[in-house]
Protein backbone atom coordinates (compact mmCIF):
# COMPACT_ATOMS: atom_id res chain seq x y z
CA UNK A 1 0.00 0.00 0.00
CA UNK A 2 0.87 3.45 -0.59
CA UNK A 3 1.95 5.93 1.90
CA UNK A 4 3.04 9.51 2.50
CA UNK A 5 6.98 8.82 3.54
CA UNK A 6 8.12 10.39 0.22
CA UNK A 7 6.05 13.34 0.93
CA UNK A 8 7.23 13.40 4.60
CA UNK A 9 10.95 13.43 3.84
CA UNK A 10 11.03 16.71 1.53
CA UNK A 11 9.01 18.38 4.01
CA UNK A 12 7.45 21.52 1.49
CA UNK A 13 4.22 21.23 -0.59
CA UNK A 14 5.03 17.93 -2.69
CA UNK A 15 2.55 17.10 -5.38
CA UNK A 16 2.30 13.32 -7.20
CA UNK A 17 1.44 13.47 -10.86
CA UNK A 18 0.36 10.52 -12.96
CA UNK A 19 -1.24 9.73 -16.46
CA UNK A 20 -4.15 7.49 -17.72
CA UNK A 21 -4.62 6.99 -21.42
CA UNK A 22 -1.87 6.31 -23.18
CA UNK A 23 -2.86 3.08 -24.59
CA UNK A 24 -6.57 3.19 -25.75
CA UNK A 25 -7.01 3.81 -29.58
CA UNK A 26 -9.40 6.93 -29.05
CA UNK A 27 -9.86 10.22 -26.21
CA UNK A 28 -7.60 12.16 -25.31
CA UNK A 29 -4.56 11.76 -22.30
CA UNK A 30 -5.38 13.11 -19.07
CA UNK A 31 -2.90 13.65 -16.36
CA UNK A 32 -3.75 14.90 -12.45
CA UNK A 33 -1.23 16.91 -9.92
CA UNK A 34 -2.27 15.98 -6.33
CA UNK A 35 -1.05 17.87 -3.29
CA UNK A 36 -1.58 17.41 0.69
CA UNK A 37 -1.04 20.76 2.19
CA UNK A 38 -0.90 18.11 5.58
CA UNK A 39 -0.75 14.51 5.87
CA UNK A 40 -3.89 12.87 4.95
CA UNK A 41 -6.42 11.73 7.58
CA UNK A 42 -6.15 7.75 8.19
CA UNK A 43 -9.17 7.33 6.43
CA UNK A 44 -8.60 9.38 3.60
CA UNK A 45 -5.30 7.49 3.17
CA UNK A 46 -7.26 3.60 3.41
CA UNK A 47 -9.03 4.39 0.20
CA UNK A 48 -5.88 5.31 -1.65
CA UNK A 49 -4.04 2.86 -3.93
CA UNK A 50 -2.99 2.44 -7.29
CA UNK A 51 -5.88 3.44 -9.41
CA UNK A 52 -5.66 -0.06 -11.55
CA UNK A 53 -5.89 -2.08 -8.33
CA UNK A 54 -9.33 -0.43 -7.12
CA UNK A 55 -12.81 -1.55 -8.47
CA UNK A 56 -14.96 1.08 -10.49
CA UNK A 57 -16.87 1.86 -7.51
CA UNK A 58 -13.41 2.01 -5.03
CA UNK A 59 -12.00 4.36 -7.55
CA UNK A 60 -15.07 6.41 -7.19
CA UNK A 61 -15.51 6.68 -3.50
CA UNK A 62 -11.59 7.67 -3.31
CA UNK A 63 -12.51 9.90 -6.00
CA UNK A 64 -15.58 11.89 -4.40
CA UNK A 65 -13.38 11.76 -1.17
CA UNK A 66 -10.61 13.42 -2.46
CA UNK A 67 -12.72 16.26 -4.15
CA UNK A 68 -14.00 17.49 -0.72
CA UNK A 69 -11.22 16.72 1.37
CA UNK A 70 -9.64 19.87 2.80
CA UNK A 71 -6.37 20.62 3.24
CA UNK A 72 -5.62 18.91 -0.71
CA UNK A 73 -4.60 20.76 -4.20
CA UNK A 74 -5.82 19.09 -7.14
CA UNK A 75 -5.34 19.78 -10.71
CA UNK A 76 -6.20 18.32 -13.88
CA UNK A 77 -4.53 18.31 -17.13
CA UNK A 78 -5.15 16.59 -20.72
CA UNK A 79 -3.89 16.71 -24.13
CA UNK A 80 -6.48 16.34 -27.19
CA UNK A 81 -6.38 13.45 -29.98
CA UNK A 82 -4.72 16.19 -32.32
CA UNK A 83 -2.03 17.04 -29.79
CA UNK A 84 -1.07 13.36 -29.55
CA UNK A 85 -0.83 12.96 -33.36
CA UNK A 86 1.32 15.98 -33.91
CA UNK A 87 3.89 15.32 -30.62
CA UNK A 88 3.59 11.98 -30.03
CA UNK A 89 1.79 10.00 -26.81
CA UNK A 90 4.70 10.17 -24.93
CA UNK A 91 5.02 13.71 -25.48
CA UNK A 92 1.68 14.32 -25.21
CA UNK A 93 1.40 12.42 -21.64
CA UNK A 94 4.48 15.11 -20.58
CA UNK A 95 2.22 18.02 -21.69
CA UNK A 96 -1.33 16.86 -19.83
CA UNK A 97 1.33 16.74 -17.01
CA UNK A 98 2.41 20.49 -17.27
CA UNK A 99 -0.81 21.45 -17.42
CA UNK A 100 -1.89 19.69 -14.47
CA UNK A 101 0.56 21.09 -12.25
CA UNK A 102 0.35 24.37 -13.83
CA UNK A 103 -3.24 24.07 -12.19
CA UNK A 104 -2.20 24.15 -8.63
CA UNK A 105 -2.08 27.25 -6.57
CA UNK A 106 0.88 27.43 -5.11
CA UNK A 107 3.05 25.81 -6.94
CA UNK A 108 4.95 22.93 -5.52
CA UNK A 109 8.33 22.57 -4.34
CA UNK A 110 8.85 18.65 -5.53
CA UNK A 111 7.30 17.20 -7.76
CA UNK A 112 6.49 13.06 -7.38
CA UNK A 113 6.03 11.91 -10.90
CA UNK A 114 5.25 8.23 -11.55
CA UNK A 115 7.70 6.14 -14.29
CA UNK A 116 10.95 6.32 -15.23
CA UNK A 117 11.20 8.82 -17.68
CA UNK A 118 11.20 12.19 -16.74
CA UNK A 119 8.95 14.95 -18.27
CA UNK A 120 10.05 18.91 -17.83
CA UNK A 121 8.33 20.63 -15.26
CA UNK A 122 8.70 23.94 -14.04
CA UNK A 123 9.47 22.42 -10.66
CA UNK A 124 12.03 20.06 -9.52
CA UNK A 125 11.08 16.43 -9.73
CA UNK A 126 11.57 13.05 -8.57
CA UNK A 127 10.84 9.98 -10.58
CA UNK A 128 9.30 7.20 -8.79
CA UNK A 129 9.07 4.00 -10.49
CA UNK A 130 5.65 2.14 -9.55
CA UNK A 131 5.06 4.90 -8.09
CA UNK A 132 0.89 4.87 -7.63
CA UNK A 133 1.80 2.01 -5.18
CA UNK A 134 4.16 3.80 -3.62
CA UNK A 135 3.40 7.14 -2.79
CA UNK A 136 -0.23 8.52 -0.97
CA UNK A 137 0.22 11.51 -3.96
CA UNK A 138 0.61 9.61 -6.86
CA UNK A 139 -2.27 7.11 -6.04
CA UNK A 140 -4.50 10.06 -5.40
CA UNK A 141 -3.19 11.55 -8.86
CA UNK A 142 -3.96 8.08 -10.22
CA UNK A 143 -7.57 7.97 -9.34
CA UNK A 144 -8.12 11.52 -10.02
CA UNK A 145 -7.02 10.80 -13.73
CA UNK A 146 -8.40 7.97 -14.01
CA UNK A 147 -12.00 8.33 -12.58
CA UNK A 148 -12.00 11.62 -15.26
CA UNK A 149 -10.98 10.24 -18.20
CA UNK A 150 -13.21 7.72 -17.75
CA UNK A 151 -16.28 10.11 -17.31
CA UNK A 152 -14.95 11.82 -20.39
CA UNK A 153 -15.32 8.82 -22.70
CA UNK A 154 -18.67 7.88 -20.86
CA UNK A 155 -20.02 11.26 -22.11
CA UNK A 156 -18.30 10.96 -25.79
CA UNK A 157 -20.20 7.56 -25.53
CA UNK A 158 -23.25 9.09 -25.56
CA UNK A 159 -22.40 10.30 -29.38
CA UNK A 160 -20.84 7.43 -30.52
CA UNK A 161 -22.36 4.85 -28.94
CA UNK A 162 -21.12 1.75 -31.30
CA UNK A 163 -17.83 1.28 -30.03
CA UNK A 164 -18.56 0.66 -25.76
CA UNK A 165 -16.13 3.78 -24.78
CA UNK A 166 -18.06 3.32 -21.74
CA UNK A 167 -17.01 0.30 -21.15
CA UNK A 168 -13.61 -0.22 -22.46
CA UNK A 169 -12.75 3.75 -21.95
CA UNK A 170 -11.36 3.56 -25.64
CA UNK A 171 -9.10 0.75 -25.15
CA UNK A 172 -9.21 -2.03 -28.18
CA UNK A 173 -11.67 -4.55 -26.83
CA UNK A 174 -13.55 -6.70 -29.06
CA UNK A 175 -16.86 -4.31 -28.91
CA UNK A 176 -14.45 -1.41 -30.12
CA UNK A 177 -13.06 -2.99 -33.12
CA UNK A 178 -16.63 -4.09 -33.83
CA UNK A 179 -17.83 -0.54 -34.22
CA UNK A 180 -15.14 0.51 -35.87
CA UNK A 181 -15.70 -2.17 -38.87
CA UNK A 182 -19.41 -1.18 -38.72
CA UNK A 183 -19.16 2.41 -38.55
CA UNK A 184 -15.42 3.22 -39.25
CA UNK A 185 -13.16 5.99 -37.74
CA UNK A 186 -14.73 8.79 -35.39
CA UNK A 187 -12.32 12.39 -34.81
CA UNK A 188 -12.18 11.14 -31.82
CA UNK A 189 -10.02 7.83 -32.82
CA UNK A 190 -6.11 8.53 -32.71
CA UNK A 191 -5.04 8.11 -36.49
CA UNK A 192 -1.39 8.25 -35.77
CA UNK A 193 -1.70 4.18 -33.85
CA UNK A 194 -1.10 1.38 -35.63
CA UNK A 195 -4.91 0.12 -35.80
CA UNK A 196 -6.67 3.26 -36.57
CA UNK A 197 -4.32 4.13 -39.27
CA UNK A 198 -4.02 -0.11 -40.67
CA UNK A 199 -7.53 0.15 -40.80
CA UNK A 200 -7.85 3.82 -42.44
CA UNK A 201 -5.01 2.29 -45.14
CA UNK A 202 -7.36 -0.43 -46.08
CA UNK A 203 -10.40 1.45 -46.48
CA UNK A 204 -8.64 3.71 -48.84
CA UNK A 205 -6.67 0.56 -50.89
CA UNK A 206 -10.09 -0.77 -51.14
CA UNK A 207 -11.27 2.36 -52.29
Known sequence: MPDYALEAAHGGLVAGIDEVGRGPLAGPVVAAAVA????PS???AALLDDSKKLTARRRKVAFAALMNAPDIL???GAASVSEIEQINISQACYLAMRRALERLDPQPDLALVDGKHAPRLPCP???VIGGDGVSLSIAAASIVAKVTRDRLMERLAVRHAAYGWERNAGYGTAAHFQGLRTQGVTPHHRRAFAPIKN????EAHAA
Do not use: H, Q, R
Not at 36 to 39: M, S
Not at 199 to 202: E, L, Q, S, T, V
Open 125 to 127: LKM
Open 36 to 39: FTKP
Open 74 to 76: IGI
Open 42 to 44: ELL
Open 199 to 202: MIAA
